[in-house]
């Protein structure tokens, strides 16, 4: 095989024994049974969105909050930062009281499980930021959260939490959820 057909096997296997970063500082153990994640109810995450509003400035509530149309909904991507180009407000410019405020939030919308998954793919992107030689920006701080639509009332709304890839898009209607489209990959 040749070198940089294993390197995506070796890094794989590296991130098995890796964790540092000031991501992990944030991320506690947490096993993927229990009940320490959402049910993904339309009126818990728009109460989570409610709650992290606040901290922002005007101008990152601007790029957070986008108009729910076809155009800004189909602006997502599992592909890392430097090749498609994001909307949203980048999670890795936030301060700490939001960073911390942004991840309470994420359990409303992910189960347990789903938390998990969005820390560690995260974390990998961290571990991949020395062998980033392109650069295309393998970095846990580029993932986006963006509201399209008004995520307090009955309207149809979306939430979306994504990065290189890991992308989550979850739509509400009123009372009514769903997760679709949903993208998780590994190379």
């Not at 020395?130 to 939430?159: C, Q, V």
Request: aromatic letters at 8%; one cysteine or more; proline letters at 7%.
């Amino acid at each position: 095989m040749s070198k940089p057909a294993t390197r995506p096997l070796w890094l794989g296997l590296s991130l098995l024994c890796v964790g540092t970063s000031s991501l992990a500082a944030q991320i506690q153990a947490m096993p993927c049974e229990g009940t320490g994640g959402g049910t993904g109810e339309a009126a818990a995450v728009a109460s989570a969105v409610a709650s992290f509003k606040p901290l922002l400035t005007p101008s990152q509530r601007a790029t957070l909050e986008k108009p729910l149309t076809w155009e800004s909904a189909i602006q997502w991507s599992n592909l890392p930062l430097g090749v498609v180009p994001r909307s949203g407000l980048r999670l890795g410019g936030l301060d700490d009281g939001q960073s911390a405020a942004a991840r309470r939030g994420f359990p409303a919308a992910l189960s347990t499980c789903g938390v998990r998954l969005l820390d560690e793919v995260r974390l990998a992107d961290d571990y991949l930021m020395p062998f980033d030689e392109r650069p295309i920006g393998w970095d846990g701080r580029n993932y986006f959260l963006t509201i399209l639509g008004d995520a307090s009332g009955t309207a149809p709304w979306m939430l979306q939490i994504g990065g290189h890839h890991l992308a989550f898009n979850f739509t509400f209607n009123g009372r009514n959820a769903g997760a679709t489209p949903l993208f998780m990959g590994s190379g």
